[in-house]
């Protein structure tokens, strides 16, 4: 099965940064679009951002010209820069990939693939 693995969560002041990746071991998704998700307790899970394959890029309002999604195809690895962090931030950061070609997605129904989270906490 394929396993998506999330890191670079963790503890940071608001006004802060951090930068998660998402690496696809045995897998490439160089064709695919890939996308963040963010889901807070007792919340539904939330689009983020995604990039097509080529790095077209789109955001939701709330992150825009905060958040940057990026991907290094030679290495397989999908990032997520998190800066101006907000109290509203703080959730479990999951990446996801959608298994065929085709164009960005905003809904979690058309993503396949998903790692199991990592957690952004924002202290004030």
């Known amino acids: 099965q394929v396993q998506l693995v999330e890191s670079g969560g963790g503890l940071v002041q608001a006004g802060g940064s951090l930068r998660l990746s998402c690496a696809a071991p045995?897998?490439?998704?160089?064709?695919?679009?890939m996308a963040w998700f963010r889901q807070a307790p007792g919340k539904e899970r939330d689009f983020v951002a995604a990039?097509?394959?080529?790095?077209?890029?789109t955001y939701a309002d709330f992150v825009k010209g905060r958040f940057t999604i990026s991907r290094d195809n030679a290495k397989n690895v999908l990032y997520l820069q998190m800066n101006s962090l907000k109290p509203e931030d703080p959730a479990v950061y999951f990446c996801?990939?959608?298994?065929?070609?085709?164009?960005?997605?905003?809904?979690?129904?058309?993503?396949?693939?998903w790692g199991q989270g990592t957690q952004v906490t924002v202290s004030p």
């Open positions: 045995g897998r490439t998704f160089n064709s695919n679009a």
């Open positions: 996801a990939a959608r298994s065929t070609t085709g164009t960005i997605g905003r809904r979690s129904y058309e993503y396949s693939y």
């Open positions: 990039i097509s394959w080529s790095g077209d890029e």
